[in-house]
T-cell receptor, first 116, second 105 residues
Framework: DVKVTQSSRYLVKRTGEKVFLECVQD?????MFWYRQDPGLGLRLIYFSYDVKMKEKGDIPEGYSVSREKKERFSLILESASTNQTSMYLCASSTSGRLSGANVLTFGAGSRLTVL | RKEVEQDPGPFNVPEGATVAFNCTYS??????FFWYRQDCRKEPKLLMSVYSSGNEDGRFTAQLNRASQYISLLIRDSKLSDSATYLC??????FGKGTRLHILP
């Protein structure tokens, strides 16, 4: 089974701190994604990547950056955390192509970030 | 108009009943459609893909109506374990906000 692992389940940070959220997948997937999920707003795409060193903005990239130096790892960075970035962050990966299972997102368990 | 819209519910349905909900999408060029299920405090997981001709997986049936730009999910003989939030996904990555389903004993 594809496994997507997020390094921290719960984090508490202070306003202005730099925050790193790490995500690793073990199935050689080309595509990786970062979402945040908030009550009433659903899942919103922050950034995604279709290849190593490649990144694309999603719907809400402001205040975030990403890094993909290796195929299996996709990091989300909050340069200066703010209280409105308190949320559940979900990483996902998928493979491309036409085979069965392609383009299906497999999610990590999530990282709940609280910014005080 | 939002890109992907779902009735948030909750749908409160007695065990054994049939329940259906829809998801509308705004981009007529959308190509891929999925239903995911999310249990409380868990990550979303794929329930089923939605194919143009409609498809069935056990008690679950998914259909696509391109003319009216919506997909549907039908659950027959509902079980207590079907209680969850059902998320539709369009073009692989665009999620609706989800429909909450509560199956009542």
């Amino acid at each position: 089974d594809v496994k997507v692992t997020q390094s921290s389940r719960y984090l508490v940070k202070r306003t202005g701190e730099k925050v790193f959220l790490e995500c690793v997948q073990d199935m050689d997937h080309e595509n990786m994604f970062w979402y945040r999920q908030d009550p009433g707003l659903g899942l919103r795409l922050i950034y995604f990547s279709y290849d190593v060193k490649m990144k694309e903005k999603g719907d809400i990239p402001e205040g975030y950056s990403v890094s993909r130096e290796k195929k299996e790892r996709f990091s989300l960075i909050l340069e200066s955390a703010s209280t409105n970035q308190t949320s559940m962050y979900l990483c996902a990966s998928s493979t491309s192509g036409r085979l069965s299972g392609a383009n299906v997102l497999t999610f990590g368990a999530g990282s709940r970030l609280t910014v005080l | 108009r939002k890109e992907v819209e779902q009735d948030p519910g909750p749908f409160n349905v007695p065990e054994g009943a049939t329940v259906a909900f829809n998801c509308t999408y705004s981009n007529s060029a959308s190509q891929s459609f999925f239903w995911y299920r999310q249990d409380c405090r868990k990550e979303p997981k794929l329930l089923m893909s939605v194919y143009s001709s409609g498809n069935e997986d056990g008690r679950f049936t998914a259909q696509l109506n391109r003319a009216s730009q919506y997909i549907s999910l039908l659950i027959r003989d509902s079980k207590l374990s079907d209680s969850a939030t059902y998320l539709c996904v369009v073009n692989r990555v665009i999620f609706g906000k989800g429909t909450r389903l509560h199956i009542l004993p």
